[in-house]
């Protein structure tokens, strides 16, 4: 459907680009002009009538109509009129008025009364950058069966938008459920399609047949179902002609380092890259690269030599990688690409490229979204999910308050006594009267004067990475901020209490609580709060599946915006919910596999 000049003009007003978005802007109100004779107290209603009387003052007019239609007549009142309104109304004249009509004691008023000239339809009014009639015009010319059919929606949605926008009944001044399900779902489809428009096919710089079963038969543990399926994804798209873009996203301790490494042995001979957010991070994937991999491997930090990397099948680095002469390489990975700003993943890929060729792209997360945002993120990313563990991990959540402190001290000394570690987490580094939590500076102290081998850290520490890797191997307590939510592997760690836990969200809370119990080792998550009861708290502490968190932190706050690659809370969509409507994102995206 072509647009004329003027027409993309009014879309370019509205702030649209197609006419699905059109259609969506649906009326504010409706306003009755049919005719009918029967009077309606405390309703808006048409009158057919004379004008009998005039009489202007300073703030009113006041008119007498004779109602033709009810055979009535009525006082009518224009409180604080407009210049044009004072010569609107004249003796003798006969018309069609619109106003608010109401009967006292036998005298019938109609308030704020004004011609109107489309009769016996139901007309609606619009809230947008236009005049209400030239917004209705342009809906009328172009939101028709005809055109979005062609859009690409399907019957029953054409027929619930147009019975909003051309209604033949006045409808109810709540969405029912089958005009909200119609929303939702034009709603999602012009999302999805917006998002289908933003992904571009490149040709792959290596296009190859792999396998990986060779390698998994080697390995001291069988992966789970889930690790094999992301890793058959990944040997699909390395095969193709066209390079992938895949997003895998684990659960905590879901084991996606052996589907990174995994890739890296189906891609050689050709040359791979790894970028990690944090030298603790790259250490520990270069770690277990050399343990379960027969290639080159090499470490790139701002502590590491500047040495010829074409030598090497495997480089692994952090955002250093970013100033070093790369070779080409035939996939780029990056993990915990959420750490990483677009441009620096841009950045990364294009130093491999070749030309117009581009290199795979994998990134890992391993902070689990919605299931729904999964389905969603697909129309422009393939994803994979991995939502089990290697293993079932073993541990007890629990909400305490200041009563249960004594308790609280017993545990950590059995723990330490056992040789295992407890991390306490709080909610600032300095002293701040607008919090009821006391900080690291404040707290340190008492643990310090009564615990040994205690370690303080936080996110704006320089040496934040030794201090972590000096508490894995001496010490007994570590202090700190959320700096540890994804990080360094601490095989002892078996307690993490996090104070003021209700300023956090689940998803971080969930991260934190993923940092214990890594090998096996029976663990504790403590979330101290002030509050008399949380309901949110409560409801974290029964659930153990990161993505089954994701879904719980959707209800409490709403979706950011997918498209902006912005997560702030709030949300960019007015009918459709992320938490509830998994079922219409299903429909949608099957319907434009069809279109």
Request: hydrophobic share 35%; with cysteine.
């Given at each position: 459907?072509?647009?004329?000049?003027?027409?993309?003009?009014?879309?370019?007003?509205?702030?649209?680009?197609?006419?699905?978005?059109?259609?969506?802007?649906?009326?504010?109100?409706?306003?009755?002009?049919?005719?009918?004779?029967?009077?309606?107290?405390?309703?808006?209603?048409?009158?057919?009538?004379?004008?009998?009387?005039?009489?202007?003052?300073?703030?009113?007019?006041?008119?007498t109509f004779f109602a033709?239609?009810?055979?009535?007549?009525?006082?009518?009142?224009?409180?604080?009129?407009?210049?044009?309104?004072?010569?609107?109304?004249?003796?003798?004249?006969?018309?069609?008025?619109?106003?608010?009509?109401?009967?006292?004691?036998?005298?019938?008023?109609?308030?704020?009364?004004?011609?109107?000239s489309h009769i016996g339809?139901?007309?609606?009014?619009?809230?947008?950058?236009?005049?209400?009639?030239?917004?209705?015009?342009?809906?009328?010319?172009?939101?028709?069966?005809?055109?979005?059919?062609?859009?690409?929606?399907?019957?029953?949605?054409?027929?619930?938008?147009?019975?909003?926008?051309?209604?033949?009944?006045?409808?109810?001044?709540?969405?029912?459920?089958?005009?909200?399900?119609?929303?939702?779902?034009?709603?999602?489809?012009?999302?999805?399609?917006?998002?289908?428009?933003?992904?571009?096919?490149?040709?792959?710089?290596?296009?190859?047949?792999?396998?990986?079963?060779?390698?998994?038969?080697?390995?001291?543990?069988?992966?789970?179902?889930?690790?094999?399926?992301?890793?058959?994804?990944?040997?699909?798209?390395?095969?193709?002609?066209?390079?992938?873009?895949?997003?895998?996203?684990?659960?905590?301790?879901?084991?996606?380092?052996?589907?990174?490494?995994?890739?890296?042995?189906?891609?050689?001979?050709?040359?791979?890259?790894?970028?990690?957010?944090?030298?603790?991070?790259?250490?520990?994937?270069?770690?277990?690269?050399?343990?379960?991999?027969?290639?080159?491997?090499?470490?790139?930090?701002?502590?590491?030599?500047?040495?010829?990397?074409?030598?090497?099948?495997?480089?692994?680095?952090?955002?250093?990688?970013?100033?070093?002469?790369?070779?080409?390489?035939?996939?780029?990975?990056?993990?915990?690409?959420?750490?990483?700003?677009?441009?620096?993943?841009?950045?990364?890929?294009?130093?491999?490229?070749?030309?117009?060729?581009?290199?795979?792209?994998?990134?890992?997360?391993?902070?689990?979204?919605?299931?729904?945002?999964?389905?969603?993120?697909?129309?422009?990313?393939?994803?994979?999910?991995?939502?089990?563990?290697?293993?079932?991990?073993?541990?007890?959540?629990?909400?305490?308050?200041?009563?249960?402190?004594?308790?609280?001290?017993?545990?950590?000394?059995?723990?330490?006594?056992?040789?295992?570690q407890v991390l306490l987490?709080?909610?600032?580094?300095?002293?701040?009267?607008?919090?009821?939590?006391?900080?690291?500076?404040?707290?340190?102290?008492?643990?310090?004067?009564?615990?040994?081998?205690?370690?303080?850290?936080?996110?704006?520490?320089?040496?934040?990475?030794?201090?972590?890797?000096?508490?894995?191997?001496?010490?007994?307590?570590?202090?700190?901020?959320?700096?540890?939510?994804?990080?360094?592997?601490?095989?002892?760690?078996?307690?993490?209490?996090?104070?003021?836990?209700?300023?956090?969200?689940?998803?971080?809370?969930?991260?934190?609580?993923?940092?214990?119990?890594?090998?096996?080792?029976?663990?504790?998550?403590?979330?101290?709060?002030?509050?008399?009861?949380?309901?949110?708290?409560?409801?974290?502490?029964?659930?153990?599946?990161?993505?089954?968190?994701?879904?719980?932190?959707?209800?409490?706050?709403?979706?950011?915006?997918?498209?902006?690659?912005?997560?702030?809370?709030?949300?960019?969509?007015?009918?459709?919910?992320?938490?509830?409507?998994?079922?219409?994102?299903?429909?949608?995206?099957?319907?434009?596999?069809?279109?």
């Amino acid at each position: 459907m072509e647009l004329t000049q003027e027409q993309e003009a009014k879309f370019k007003k509205l702030g649209i680009h197609s006419l699905a978005e059109l259609a969506l802007h649906i009326p504010s109100s409706y306003e009755d002009h049919r005719v009918t004779s029967t009077l309606v107290p405390q309703k808006y209603q048409v009158i057919d009538a004379t004008v009998q009387s005039v009489y202007r003052s300073a703030n009113s007019i006041q008119i007498t109509f004779f109602a033709h239609n009810f055979g009535h007549t009525l006082s009518g009142v224009i409180f604080k009129p407009q210049p044009y309104m004072l010569h609107a109304f004249h003796t003798g004249q006969r018309d069609y008025f619109y106003g608010f009509i109401d009967c006292k004691m036998g005298q019938c008023t109609i308030t704020m009364p004004r011609k109107v000239s489309h009769i016996g339809k139901i007309t609606p009014k619009y809230k947008s950058k236009l005049r209400n009639d030239t917004h209705a015009k342009l809906v009328q010319k172009l939101v028709t069966a005809e055109n979005l059919f062609q859009s690409g929606l399907k019957q029953e949605i054409v027929e619930a938008v147009l019975k909003l926008h051309f209604p033949s009944e006045l409808p109810p001044k709540e969405l029912n459920e089958t005009s909200l399900q119609a929303l939702k779902y034009l709603e999602l489809f012009i999302y999805l399609l917006q998002l289908r428009k933003k992904r571009r096919y490149f040709k792959t710089l290596v296009s190859k047949q792999s396998e990986y079963k060779t390698w998994t038969k080697k390995l001291p543990f069988e992966l789970t179902l889930e690790q094999q399926n992301a890793i058959e994804d990944i040997q699909k798209d390395f095969s193709k002609e066209v390079a992938a873009r895949r997003m895998i996203v684990g659960d905590v301790g879901s084991g996606k380092t052996m589907v990174i490494l995994a890739s890296a042995y189906m891609m050689h001979p050709y040359k791979s890259v790894l970028m990690a957010p944090t030298t603790i991070l790259a250490n520990q994937l270069y770690e277990e690269a050399q343990k379960y991999l027969d290639m080159q491997v090499a470490l790139v930090t701002n502590k590491t030599k500047k040495v010829d990397l074409s030598e090497y099948d495997f480089i692994i680095g952090t955002h250093a990688l970013l100033y070093r002469e790369l070779p080409e390489v035939g996939v780029v990975m990056v993990d915990e690409q959420h750490r990483f700003g677009t441009a620096q993943r841009n950045l990364l890929e294009k130093l491999v490229s070749s030309g117009n060729k581009k290199p795979h792209f994998l990134q890992f997360s391993a902070t689990p979204i919605p299931r729904t945002q999964a389905m969603i993120e697909s129309a422009h990313i393939d994803v994979s999910l991995i939502t089990s563990t290697p293993y079932k991990k073993d541990i007890d959540s629990q909400v305490i308050q200041k009563k249960d402190f004594k308790d609280l001290l017993e545990h950590i000394k059995e723990e330490i006594a056992q040789k295992n570690q407890v991390l306490l987490v709080y909610p600032l580094v300095e002293q701040s009267e607008a919090l009821e939590y006391q900080s690291i500076d404040e707290a340190r102290s008492y643990w310090e004067k009564n615990f040994e081998n205690v370690y303080v850290t936080h996110g704006k520490d320089k040496d934040k990475e030794q201090v972590l890797l000096d508490f894995r191997d001496n010490g007994d307590i570590l202090i700190a901020t959320t700096v540890v939510e994804v990080g360094i592997s601490l095989p002892r760690l078996s307690t993490v209490v996090i104070v003021g836990a209700e300023r956090l969200g689940l998803s971080t809370l969930h991260q934190l609580r993923g940092r214990v119990s890594r090998t096996g080792l029976k663990g504790y998550c403590f979330l101290y709060t002030n509050r008399q009861e949380s309901q949110r708290l409560e409801e974290f502490v029964k659930t153990t599946n990161g993505f089954d968190i994701a879904n719980l932190d959707l209800r409490y706050r709403k979706s950011g915006d997918l498209l902006k690659g912005e997560s702030q809370s709030g949300s960019q969509f007015k009918y459709f919910d992320f938490a509830l409507d998994e079922e219409i994102v299903s429909e949608v995206k099957s319907d434009l596999l069809k279109a």
